[in-house]
């Protein structure tokens, strides 16, 4: 990419999106490109093949999608299928009809089987059932994946795929009913520990383990594969970091000052029970990660209580 190219950050206001534009301004990229929801739906074709027919950005980095923790995604499976199809179907058509230069785009780790061997090679996609609490999620993005490869056989159409492990850091997600685990169990615990709660709870029975991603590094990782990664293939992201859930809870837990109770309800679902995805492919390539569980726990925690009041 060129410094003074335009570059469309789709879904600028989120997590990945907020991070790319941070990292990328900071690399020295002076055109970035960026619209809010309120301007310009992704989810309405018109008005996607308007903006793009307007401002015919160079590269696309379409980081926009409806995400959600488990209870989310398992209470709204239909926004979750319909939102993301409609926003990914849009963004990638648009590019090409423009003659954008290259697509990046963001799925996601849950994109592979429930039960798979670990760590989880890229090829193993499709062989085998995906976890049923956030089986629309993960078939929107295997249909993104695929819309890029199909995109690039038919029409030489240079879009990748990115999957990254599971995903947290500053300007997350922290409400309690829509969060991925690590800002849930933060904003859990600080309200346990303000509101003098004797105990928090959990849900299964903590056993899982998950790949945690710091989002500054997936920002880096994906600008680093705009610019040297052109294969069709998707290609996983993550940070060789792997820990239970309860082994988690428990770092939050002092991480926050909580001297309660943690609670297990095992009535409650664990979720795909491991996920480590192989990020060989990735490494060979020369990319690595720079920030340590330690230090992007510690600035997402510090990030949540100087923003508590919009989650809280």
Same mark, same amino acid.
Request: glycine share 0%; hydrophobic share 45%; aromatic share 6%.
């Given at each position: 990419m060129n410094k003074h190219e335009k570059i469309f950050v789709a879904g600028h206001r989120g997590l990945v999106g907020s991070s790319l534009v941070r990292r990328l301004t900071e690399l020295g990229y002076s055109n970035i490109l960026v619209v809010d929801k309120e301007k310009v739906d992704l989810r309405f074709q018109t008005a996607v093949n308007q903006f793009f027919e307007k401002e015919k950005p160079d590269y696309v980095f379409l980081a926009a999608a409806k995400v959600g923790g488990i209870n989310y995604n398992a209470t709204h499976p239909a926004d979750f299928i319909f939102d993301n199809l409609a926003i990914q !179907? *849009?963004?990638? !058509? =648009? =590019?090409?009809?423009? *003659?954008? @230069? @290259? #697509? +990046?785009f963001l799925g996601s780790a849950c994109i592979y089987p429930k039960v798979t061997p670990q760590p989880i090679k890229e090829e193993y996609l499709l062989t085998a059932p995906l976890e049923p609490t956030n089986?629309?999620? =993960? #078939?929107a993005k295997i249909a993104g994946l695929r819309m890029c490869q199909a995109y690039h056989k038919q029409f030489g159409f240079n879009a990748i795929s990115v999957m990254p492990a599971n995903l947290y850091g500053i300007n997350d997600n922290f409400h309690p009913d829509r969060c991925h685990v690590i800002p849930g169990m933060i904003n859990k615990f600080y309200n346990a520990k303000v509101n *003098? #709660?004797?105990?928090v709870e959990a849900w299964g029975d903590g056993t899982p383990t998950r790949e945690f991603l710091y989002v500054d590094d997936l920002a880096d990782a994906c600008i680093f594969l705009m610019n040297y990664y052109d294969s069709p293939d998707h290609i996983n992201i993550g940070s060789d970091v792997e820990i239970t859930? @309860?082994? +988690?809870?428990d770092i939050i837990k002092k991480k926050i000052g909580y001297e309660g109770e943690i609670f297990w309800n095992i009535n409650k679902p664990n979720g795909t029970p491991r996920r480590k995805i192989d990020n060989e492919k990735l490494f060979s390539l020369g990319w690595r990660p720079k920030v340590s569980f330690e230090e992007g726990l510690e600035r997402s925690v510090n990030w949540f209580i100087a923003n508590k009041d919009r989650f809280l």
């Open positions: !179907n *849009n963004v990638i !058509n =648009a =590019a090409w009809h423009v *003659n954008c @230069k @290259k #697509l +990046l089986e629309p999620y =993960a #078939l *003098n #709660l004797p105990q859930i @309860k082994d +988690l809870s």
